[in-house]
């Protein structure tokens, strides 16, 4: 029996959120899940809000459950979705509950900026795609939503580190999930301060960038005394899900697509450099950061959020329905050949979601789409379309040719889905492991901590440590 080593991930998607210990024993990886929770919007004066301080006391639970299992555990870190941020003042303190990404307040901002700085400046400089809620739009909103809020901040904070910040009393800024905000130097991997200027933003809000693998420091006395779990240190891994799954997918090759499934769906390739081009721009690819500073080179898609708001809708008007129940009806419809668009606004933040998919197909001459099955396949092939497209994208830009898809993340649970992605693309599907997010976190911790020698074993380790299924077109 070798050495054997824990760590916890915590994963905040944008629908839940998770701790899990992760043991190293013998060249193989074990997970097991400690604490999960929701991860809920809260809607108030006509905006849509994080429950911070819920998510922050979820954390502590997940700690006080670790503790409980009296076992040597190293480090910890914390993985989140992309772009949302906390403001501090010069205490140190929250100022104003961090908004939701999907919050209406950046509705015409990306116009605003567009005349301040024209956009294909703006990507050539950041090589990130434009997206009405990335960080750079959020901030400008600000200034009309919550001016005060904004003059009184000292500090910027993204989720993860927020959260890291609670946990250690150190405030630190980590790069993959620093590159979501559309305001870092692709190129430089630093902040942009001549574009933040330009904006009218304060320099001093933004913090020196750390990398993934760097070890921020000990839990803070009062976290270790109300949780009992002492002698950890918190370490920055790719801090936003995306590069944490990207890290923890079992890439085939080094041409090998990467497809991370959950509330988005992120599609893209690893790459040492950004593609700052003229199609790059056109097509609309971002270049986010990734593990080991290279870069993610993808398209962020609406995902599987759609489903789940129709599934959602339809325990609330309907009856009582789960996902295998989906698949079913979908794979039973009658009519197989509806089709929604996942990047219509009308999926970002509905209220009924089931109306949307039905008006959106009448609107475009399908037909109406009748029952469960029927608007589960309208999400089915627009989702596999909108990967089709993508990946013959990446493709023309990159003048690679993409063998296979890595599918990771809850959705690949979706049999169907994956069958469906194989088909669409042409490409042969490697489906596994479900916890993408939760094995890249854990990997960078492990490396930092000295009980993995690179990124590379550890993908190794995830392989032989995971069952794959395979998916041919």
């Given amino acids: 029996m070798g050495e054997v080593f824990y760590n916890l991930a915590f994963d905040f998607g944008a629908s839940s959120g998770r701790m899990v210990l992760c043991k190293l024993e013998d060249g193989k990886l074990e997970l097991e899940e400690l604490h999960r929770f929701p991860n809920n919007e809260v809607r108030i004066g006509g905006h849509i809000y994080w429950d911070l301080f819920r998510l922050y006391h979820e954390m502590k639970q997940g700690l006080k459950k670790a503790a409980a299992k009296?076992?040597?555990?190293?480090?910890?870190?914390?993985?989140?979705?992309?772009?949302?941020?906390?403001?501090?003042?010069?205490?140190?303190?929250?100022?104003?509950?961090?908004v939701n990404y999907r919050d209406?307040?950046?509705?015409?901002?990306?116009?605003?900026?567009?005349?301040?700085?024209?956009?294909?400046?703006?990507?050539?400089?950041?090589?990130?795609?434009?997206?009405?809620?990335?960080s750079i739009f959020q901030l400008y909103a600000e200034k009309g939503m919550r001016p005060v809020i904004l003059d009184n901040a000292k500090r910027l904070l993204f989720m993860p580190e927020l959260f890291g910040y609670f946990l250690t009393g150190i405030m630190y800024t980590e790069y993959t999930f620093a590159s979501t905000s559309q305001l870092l130097d692709a190129r430089k991997r630093e902040w942009d301060f001549d574009l933040i200027e330009k904006l009218g933003l304060k320099k001093e809000l933004f913090g020196d960038i750390v990398m993934p693998g760097t070890v921020i420091g000990d839990l803070l006395p009062e976290v270790e005394e109300e949780t009992g779990l002492s002698g950890v240190k918190l370490i920055a891994v790719g801090s936003h899900d995306t590069a944490s799954a990207v890290a923890g997918a079992p890439l085939e090759s080094q041409d090998a697509a990467f497809l991370s499934c959950g509330t988005w769906s992120l599609l893209g390739i690893v790459l040492d450099e950004p593609i700052l081009n003229e199609t790059s721009y056109k097509y609309?690819?971002?270049?986010?950061?990734?593990?080991?500073?290279?870069?993610?080179?993808?398209?962020?898609?609406?995902?599987?959020?759609?489903?789940?708001?129709?599934?959602k809708n339809w325990c609330e008007f309907e009856e009582e329905v789960s996902f295998p129940d989906i698949i079913k009806a979908a794979r039973a419809a009658k009519r197989q050949d509806f089709i929604i668009d996942p990047k219509d606004p009308?999926?970002?933040?509905?209220?009924?979601?089931?109306?949307?998919?039905?008006?959106?197909?009448?609107?475009?001459?399908?037909?109406?789409?009748?029952?469960?099955?029927?608007?589960?396949?309208?999400?089915?092939?627009?989702?596999?379309?909108?990967?089709?497209?993508?990946i013959e994208g990446m493709e023309e830009i990159t003048g690679k040719t993409i063998p296979c898809i890595n599918m990771v993340g809850g959705g690949i649970q979706d049999e169907l889905l994956c069958e469906l992605t194989a088909k669409a693309t042409k490409k042969r599907?490697?489906?596994?492991?479900?916890?993408?997010?939760?094995?890249?976190n854990s990997i960078v911790q492990f490396v930092a901590t000295g009980a993995v020698k690179s990124i590379a074993e550890g993908r190794e380790i995830i392989k032989n440590s995971f069952e794959l299924k395979f998916y041919e077109p």
């Fill in 70 to 98: 009296k076992v040597p555990i190293q480090s910890l870190a914390v993985d989140t979705w992309g772009v949302d941020y906390g403001l501090f003042d010069k205490d140190g303190n929250l100022i104003g509950n961090p």
């Fill in 346 to 390: 009308r999926f970002t933040a509905p209220l009924n979601m089931m109306k949307e998919i039905v008006a959106y197909c009448e609107e475009k001459g399908q037909g109406r789409p009748k029952g469960l099955g029927e608007m589960a396949m309208a999400i089915y092939n627009g989702l596999t379309e909108e990967y089709r497209k993508s």
């Fill in 429 to 440: 599907v490697v489906a596994g492991p479900t916890e993408g997010s939760v094995l890249g």
């Fill in 104 to 134: 209406p307040r950046t509705d015409g901002v990306m116009e605003e900026i567009g005349k301040i700085i024209p956009l294909e400046e703006l990507y050539n400089r950041t090589g990130i795609e434009f997206m009405y809620f990335n």
């Fill in 284 to 311: 609309n690819y971002t270049n986010e950061g990734s593990i080991d500073g290279k870069i993610q080179f993808m398209k962020n898609i609406n995902g599987l959020w759609i489903m789940q708001n129709l599934r």
